[in-house]
């Protein structure tokens, strides 16, 4: 079973999507900012990590840079739904720091589906 680690400081939509992925046959972890997400990340091996962009404590970029330099290898998923900066302009950035997909809130399965189609998961 995949195991994916979601980050995502909005309790609601972390508890709907970690119904969710389990449902479609995940095993999820959450973490409620970046700094908890990392120290998950260090303990545990996951197939795919969710992460939200603008967030408490940790932002979703701060958060993704870290990962990179403790496992490189991580497949990253980066969500947003806009905020101080548009879902537009922020989810490019995502990329260039190391997000392998975006998804900009909100989404629908299948499209989050098809980004873990496109990472092999």
């Known amino acids: 079973m995949p195991r994916i680690l979601l980050i995502d400081d909005d309790d609601d939509f ?39 962009l603008i967030m408490p404590e940790k932002e979703g970029m701060e958060t993704i840079t870290e990962m990179r330099v403790n496992r490189p290898e991580t497949k990253i998923i980066a969500m947003s739904g806009g905020g101080r900066i548009s879902a537009k302009d922020i989810l490019p950035m995502a990329r260039a720091v190391g997000a392998n997909q975006v998804l900009a809130k909100p989404f629908s399965n299948e499209e989050m589906l098809a980004a873990f189609k496109r990472l092999g998961v």
């Open 14 to 52: 972390r508890t709907m999507m970690s119904i969710t992925l389990q449902r479609l046959g995940y095993e999820v972890e959450e973490a409620n900012d970046g700094n908890k997400g990392i120290a998950l990340h260090q303990q545990r091996e996951f197939d795919v990590v969710m992460v939200d």
